[in-house]
């Protein structure tokens, strides 16, 4: 079928060599790079978020940017200044991080309001505009972002028009007992990942991209996602449902897990199975129901619906 061989390839070396216990959150992640999207990834310190953006990059063989947001991080930071040369008489443009493949936004929402919202252009439109000049992003771009459970001292929510430019959010989680036990032994990883060989390239996830957006979606299963958007809007507990980019992008995704797992066709699974990482973090909810887990709601809702045989 569809040739997936180097997306597998890469999500094989990365789960067997370098980051065990892993997998589910690798292949959210891969679905986003051959969706077009961006991932962002909430949980505690210390579980594993920046060398997963590290290790992704590397194994892919994209160039990588960083930026470790605080209070203080202007946009410049992010996208890059004019600097006036004297000897030339003109101003040279100097690129910041996000003109890279992957661009890891860490701890986003340690920033100002006005900093994310400087990501805006660059997530939606793959270009950004300084000083009046637009430039364009590489090819493939994606911003895989890390954030902080809300509730730690000297965070920001991210606003609702920024979280709906993400097409996954989900979670990393702690690793199995056993598997801890085996980190704590052998210590970080690094060093491993700082000299991580590519099995991939950027031309390839372009074509595997492609590939994956010419995956079959029948009518029942885009009747099946209509049926969840239209479920978000008229429930009671969410004020703002699900927009007509979220369902979207729970197609785009569909078909990148069909693709991934060998399929040139949409299966209800695959819908079913990316409700929740794709539209949970979307939903605005009513004052009264702000402490719901959203993840559950969608998974409840989705089990609501009759499943098409196709």
Same mark, same amino acid.
């Given at each position: 079928?569809?040739?997936?061989?180097?997306?597998?390839?890469?999500?094989?070396?990365?789960?067997?060599?370098?980051?065990?216990?892993?997998?589910?959150?690798?292949?959210?992640?891969?679905?986003?790079?051959?969706?077009?999207?961006?991932?962002?990834?909430?949980?505690?310190?210390?579980?594993?978020?920046?060398?997963?953006?590290?290790?992704?990059?590397?194994?892919?063989?994209?160039?990588?940017?960083?930026?470790?947001?605080?209070?203080?991080?202007?946009?410049?930071?992010?996208?890059?200044?004019?600097?006036?040369?004297?000897?030339?008489?003109?101003?040279?443009?100097?690129?910041?991080?996000?003109?890279?493949?992957?661009?890891?936004?860490?701890?986003?929402?340690?920033?100002?309001?006005?900093?994310?919202?400087?990501?805006?252009?660059?997530?939606?439109?793959?270009?950004?505009?300084?000083?009046?000049?637009?430039?364009?992003?590489?090819?493939?771009?994606?911003?895989?972002?890390?954030?902080?459970?809300?509730?730690?001292?000297?965070?920001?929510?991210?606003?609702?028009?920024?979280?709906?430019?993400?097409?996954?959010?989900?979670?990393?989680?702690?690793?199995?007992?056993?598997?801890?036990?085996? +980190?704590? *032994? /052998?210590?970080?990883? =690094?060093?491993? $990942?700082?000299?991580?060989? !590519?099995?991939? #390239? %950027? &031309?390839? @996830?372009?074509?595997?991209?492609?590939?994956?957006?010419?995956?079959?979606?029948?009518?029942?299963?885009?009747?099946?996602?209509?049926?969840?958007?239209?479920?978000?809007?008229?429930?009671?507990? +969410?004020? *703002? /449902?699900?927009?007509? =980019?979220?369902? $979207?992008?729970?197609?785009? !995704?569909?078909? #990148? %897990? &069909?693709? @991934?797992?060998?399929?040139?066709?949409?299966?209800?699974?695959?819908?079913?199975?990316?409700?929740?990482?794709?539209?949970?973090?979307?939903?605005?909810?009513?004052?009264?129901?702000?402490?719901?887990?959203?993840?559950?709601?969608?998974?409840?809702?989705?089990?609501?619906?009759?499943?098409?045989?196709?």
């Amino acid at each position: 079928m569809n040739n997936n061989n180097s997306i597998t390839a890469i999500l094989d070396t990365l789960s067997r060599d370098y980051l065990q216990g892993k997998d589910e959150v690798l292949r959210l992640a891969a679905i986003a790079l051959l969706s077009g999207g961006h991932i962002l990834i909430e949980d505690l310190p210390g579980l594993g978020k920046t060398p997963l953006a590290l290790a992704l990059a590397g194994c892919t063989g994209l160039s990588f940017g960083r930026v470790q947001c605080t209070s203080d991080l202007l946009p410049s930071d992010i996208t890059g200044l004019s600097i006036f040369n004297r000897e030339e008489g003109h101003f040279n443009f100097i690129p910041g991080p996000i003109f890279n493949n992957i661009v890891l936004l860490d701890e986003i929402n340690r920033a100002m309001p006005r900093t994310q919202s400087a990501m805006l252009e660059a997530m939606e439109e793959r270009r950004v505009t300084i000083e009046g000049v637009t430039h364009q992003l590489p090819d493939p771009f994606m911003v895989f972002a890390t954030q902080n459970p809300s509730d730690q001292s000297g965070t920001f929510l991210l606003p609702e028009s920024q979280l709906d430019r993400f097409l996954i959010c989900t979670g990393i989680g702690y690793p199995p007992e056993e598997l801890e036990k085996q +980190i704590i *032994t /052998g210590g970080g990883i =690094r060093e491993q $990942i700082s000299s991580i060989r !590519a099995v991939g #390239s %950027a &031309a390839e @996830l372009i074509t595997a991209r492609k590939l994956a957006g010419e995956v079959f979606l029948s009518a029942k299963l885009t009747d099946f996602i209509y049926a969840l958007v239209t479920a978000t809007r008229n429930h009671q507990m +969410i004020r *703002t /449902g699900l927009s007509t =980019r979220g369902a $979207i992008n729970l197609a785009q !995704a569909s078909r #990148s %897990a &069909a693709f @991934l797992a060998g399929r040139d066709f949409v299966a209800p699974e695959d819908v079913r199975g990316l409700a929740g990482p794709v539209c949970a973090h979307r939903l605005i909810m009513q004052a009264a129901y702000e402490t719901v887990d959203r993840g559950e709601l969608v998974r409840k809702l989705t089990a609501e619906i009759p499943l098409p045989l196709a």
